[in-house]
């Protein structure tokens, strides 16, 4: 136990480090929400890697593989092909264009002085805030297993330990000292989770092993039809988490980020690919963790118990900061973004007017402090129900990317079309989710209404509704422009004019 105390010391000591020198570099608020916008390939692959990669899907996620084996390949890593590839080629290098600090300026942009421009953009800046400011608690609650597992430490006094750390690590340098952790999470990301791997592997005495505690229909990669978690709820999960990453504000702020929007677009083909790839080994350790410990009551304490059983101190320390980093980073990544809504689509668009980057900066870190706060309260809640309590965020917040998708590719699409289909389909999923209606039942059918209402909308108010968007198409649809030199610092902004 000694041992894995003084791992975890000196990794903090290492953030501590980031932390205090990206708080150095600090300059402007630029700087401090979208670090410069200077973001290099390797550290915007690393930030959007570590910023997925997350305790909740970590351990929630693959709980669903211990109990029905390749069921949790699907649900936990092959939709993340569609999902990222999808982002990659819709709105990637489109985001970066238009330069933009929230996903709410989209709309700006898009519905410039159309009469309910205005609304569209307050409504998707409250429903991204509502995730961000939520989805946090889940990460804690992930967090709190691992704590709890590993180290023996009660969960709301781990929690508690863990919201200080990050609060004080995020604070200093927002954006910037984000990624700098995240490159941390990701390096580390990419030797541990190969490790457990093969701790499973050699526990559970190879792969002939998972015959033992799987049936066959649960070990091949054909769909599975008749489990609790199966492959129709496997795909709903992959469409929900699609149209939730279009919208995503902590993957937005990353790609608004980038140097430039072909940064933008590679980074996020291998974001896919380290994903796909990273989730699928966490699964697989997953199952071989059922032949060692084949009858757990708490199936999300799987992953965790491999590592504290069947590996040394030293090993277990190592991994122990991995798992830890990987819930301290996407913890981190979602508090900047919810900040960043907050202080440019409220504070700085209706309260703040004109004022100097330090205050900026200032209202964020009073933000941070608030939200930090707040997670801590619903984390000790979500503590046990970590998957669930991402299910219904994520359902809401989905539904501000059909008006994005729709905008990006149909010029005749108005504010009032794009009003209505965020209504309806927001109304749809709030009646599917109080009724109690299946998953699969739930978001595809929002997606369906919220498109069919924003275009016969849309359609009506063509002859009444003054559209004026040739500057936005002609922004999006230019080629593509890149700065003279390609190589640059990985954590250094460009100055600020």
Known sequence: MVTKYIIVSIFLVILFAVSYNTFRKIKTYQDYNLAGKGTGLFALTATLVAAEFNTATLIGGASVAYLFGTVGMWYTSLIFIAVFLA?????????????????????????????YSELIRFMSAIITLFYTWLAPASYLAGLAVIGSVLLGVDPVIFSITIVVICL????????????????????????GIPTI????????????????????KLLSLAPVWDTEVNFPIALTWG?????????????GQRIFSAKNEKVAYTAMLWNTFFIVVLYGMVVL???????????????????????ATQSNSLVQGLLLVTLLLVGVSTLIAVWNSAVSIIVNDVVRRYFLKNKGDRQFIIASRICFVIIAASTLIFGIVFIGNIQNSLLFLSTFTGIVAIPILISLYWKKYNSLGALSSMISGLAYSGIAITLSFPIYFISPIAVIVATIVGIIVSLATSKNHVTDNQEF?????????????????????????
């Open 87 to 115: 982002y990659a080629f819709t709105v990637a290098k489109k985001y970066r264009k238009l330069n933009i600090s929230t996903i709410s300026q989209f709309f700006d942009k898009r519905f410039k002085n159309e009469k």
């Open 168 to 191: 004080i690590l995020s604070i200093t340098g927002g954006l910037l000292t984000a990624i700098g952790i995240d490159v941390v999470a990701f390096i580390m990301i990419m030797i």
């Open 197 to 216: 791997l093969f701790i499973g592997i050699s526990a559970a005495g190879g792969f002939g092993s998972l015959s033992q505690v799987y049936e066959p």
């Open 239 to 251: 469409l929900q988490i699609l149209f939730l990453y279009i919208a995503a504000p902590w993957y």
């Open 285 to 307: 350790a997953t199952m071989f963790s059922k032949v060692v410990f084949p009858s757990l009551d708490k199936p999300e304490e799987a992953l965790p118990l491999l590592i």
């Open 473 to 497: 198409y002609e922004l999006i649809e230019s080629p593509l422009e890149l700065e003279s030199h390609e190589t640059e610092s990985v954590l250094i902004p460009k100055e600020s004019n």
